[in-house]
């Protein structure tokens, strides 16, 4: 009996755990089905708005429910008609619990002031595939300027998956098909009421990409069950340090296999190319310290500034000083210096520097930044040029390129407020003649023709003709006038060419001043790259500081205190 009974249980227990098993597996089965985006976001709630005061209360349902994750998915659409884009007609943001805001830039009378504070809010990332391009979208037709713009791309590199378009993504990571076809992408994003496969789309598109970052962040970041529960852990505290150093970055694609590790040696091989080219070009990966933190100092033995042991030497070798100690390197002047260091401004030149990356501390390689670009400091007037070692800091070469990146933005806002366009090519510093090139072109057809590729008697007459009104001296065609034709100018200066970056600083002169231009770049510097190792006492008013202590002294010009507005 007591044999039937173990018997029994067993039988009952091994019957439980297959049934317990196949449930399991039936469970799995259905998470990992791939659906139709309508049925699997069946849960959303959209709201389409079309006044500002809908857009007033459905920003504010969106920042409650965005607290946690500090992140909003983000898209755009618009109309293009006749292969010309027209202005963004919709923008779609979506919490990651599923409310959806779809706002029809294209019916509301002015963008409202609740919706441009979100998109131009810092601290909360906006998360889709190529959001960067929608920014200047946004910023040419509407004046917003997004901030925080984070490519879900980046996201899923960092965490080893395979990166793709938002379609391939979504079906990888959530298993859920998007539609993706030509007659909803392309449809009427102006029409008057959107109909429920455009707001569908337009809501999904917008979800997927919020729901793909959170759930990529908890599986590398989180617990081992923060993919069942979003709010298990504390990684969402810290997402900022994750992320920061993607917003604002294009997303380029890699036409290429390698992840992980073979992409990172890649990069580091292309690095060691770099570096051994580093004196052929100028922003290269220095091979040598920038900062020796040499001392030179007054006659009497007052600490002047540091400097690098080329310039040291310099002094020495011109007998303008003295070694007073070897290491550090230490020179004495023999002349009294035009000025000495004052208050905390001259302190900063006092000051020893460390040659590693001002934003993450990176000490393998590093690239001179200059904070305030050169296309604009190379127009600033000479009273302004000196001591601009203040704006040149080390970065390392991924923090170098993510700074260049963010810099453009605020270049296409100096190129809108300044009415100062960038110039899409170098070439615009000269213009091209049309009939000059005629006459070389005719003149090189004519000279080079060889035996076996005679031109058409008619088409030699008409090519003769041209270079014949443009010489009327000449009767008739002979090889020295083809010679001359040949070698004829094309390429002229552009007299009226002004670049983006003169027109600039024309404007500032004339408005807010130049010293405001400056502080503008340094504070952008900070808090685009958020630099953890800036020199002490690095200011964003130095030179302003700098400049009233000459005045105080009386070593500024009255012409240089009226061009920098004292």
């Given amino acids: 009996m007591d044999t039937y009974l173990k018997f029994k249980t067993v039988v009952t227990s091994t019957a439980l755990a297959v049934g317990f098993a196949g449930a399991t597996l039936l469970v799995f089965k259905y998470k990992l089905r791939k659906r139709n985006a ?109 901030k925080s713009t984070l490519d879900l791309r980046h996201i899923v590199e960092l965490t080893g998956h395979t990166t793709g378009g938002l379609a391939f993504l979504a079906q990888s990571e959530l298993n859920v098909v998007l539609d993706k076809s030509w007659r909803v992408r392309c449809s009427n994003w102006e029409v008057d009421e959107l109909t429920q496969t455009q707001i569908n789309y337009a809501a999904a598109d917008a979800h997927v990409a919020i729901k793909i970052f959170v759930n990529l962040i908890n599986k590398k970041y989180g617990s081992i069950w923060s993919w069942l529960d979003h709010t298990s852990n504390n990684v969402w505290h810290n997402i900022n340090n994750i992320c920061w150093k993607y917003a604002d970055i294009g997303f380029k694609s890699k036409h290429t296999a390698k992840l992980g590790n073979e992409i990172k040696k890649e990069k580091e091989s292309k690095l060691t190319k770099d570096a051994a080219v580093s004196k052929r070009y100028p922003h290269a990966t220095r091979s040598k310290p920038l900062y020796h933190n040499c001392f030179l100092v007054a006659p009497d033995g007052e600490l002047l500034c ?62 001179r930044k200059n904070v305030v670009p050169r296309e604009y400091r190379k127009y600033f007037p000479e009273i302004m040029k000196d001591h601009a070692s203040h704006d040149v800091v080390l970065l390392c070469t991924g923090c170098h390129q993510r700074s260049n990146m963010r810099d453009q933005a605020v270049r296409e806002r100096l190129a809108e407020q300044c009415a100062a366009p960038l110039a899409a090519h170098t070439d615009n510093k000269f213009k091209e003649d049309v009939d000059c090139k005629k006459i070389r072109s005719a003149a090189r057809a004519l000279l080079y023709q060889s035996r076996k590729h005679v031109l058409p008697e008619e088409r030699r007459k008409e090519l003769e003709l041209i270079l014949l009104r443009h010489f009327p001296q000449h009767q008739e065609i002979t090889q020295e006038l083809l010679q001359e034709a040949a070698e004829i100018q094309v390429v002229f200066e552009n007299v009226d060419y002004s670049s983006h970056g003169h027109k600039v600083v024309e404007y500032f002169l004339k408005h807010e001043g130049l010293l405001q231009l400056e502080r503008l770049w340094r504070q952008h510097f900070l808090s685009s790259m958020r630099p953890r190792y800036m020199p002490q006492l690095w200011s964003l008013d130095h030179n302003e500081q700098r400049l009233k202590i000459r005045l105080e002294e009386g070593r500024l010009s009255e012409e240089d205190s009226k061009l920098l507005g004292f």
């Fill in 38 to 146: 309508v049925d699997a976001l069946n849960y959303l709630t959209i709201r389409t708005v079309n006044t500002e005061e809908s857009c007033n209360e459905v920003i504010n349902e969106l920042r409650r429910r965005i607290g946690l994750h500090k992140a909003i998915g983000f898209d755009c659409e618009w109309v293009t008609n006749q292969g010309r884009r027209q202005p963004v007609a919709l923008v779609q943001l979506s919490s990651y619990d599923g409310y959806c805001g779809l706002f029809r830039l294209s019916h509301l009378k002015t963008l409202p002031s609740s919706l441009k504070e979100l998109l131009e809010d810092e601290s909360i990332f906006k998360v889709g595939v190529a959001p960067f391009d929608d920014a200047k979208y946004l910023l040419n037709d509407y004046s917003v300027a997004l």
């Fill in 306 to 367: 540091t400097c690098d042991t080329k310039k040291a030497e310099w002094y020495v070798d011109k007998e303008l000083a003295d070694v007073v100690k070897e290491d550090p390197l230490t020179v004495r002047l023999r002349f009294e210096p035009s000025g000495r260091s004052v208050g905390e401004v001259g302190r900063y030149y006092q000051l020893t520097k460390e040659n590693k990356c001002v934003v993450c501390g990176g000490d393998n390689s590093y690239i």
